[in-house]
């Protein structure tokens, strides 16, 4: 398993969990009911793929997801 995916905002988590999805990957989410803001509780939700064999491809399809929501 490989983290492909990260973010402070949930919403574009959730939004590179379904890209993945639609494209037959399967993944899994960490960190999905941390308490964003709060302290110790505030945790990024990241997604990772579950074949590691996926990751590279994963990462390729994210990658403009990533540069277009940049904090």
């Known amino acids: ?6 973010h402070t905002n949930p919403a574009l988590v959730g ?9 037959g990957f399967e993944v899994m ?10 302290p110790p509780y505030n945790l ?8 590691d064999s996926d990751a590279a491809r994963a990462a390729e399809i994210l990658e403009d997801l990533d540069e277009q929501h940049n904090d």
């Open 15 to 23: 939004l590179a969990k379904s890209m993945l999805e639609s494209e």
């Open 44 to 51: 990024d939700q990241e997604l990772w793929v579950i074949r």
């Open 29 to 38: 989410l960490k960190n999905e009911f941390s308490t964003a803001g709060i």
């Open 1 to 6: 398993m490989k983290m492909v995916f990260t």
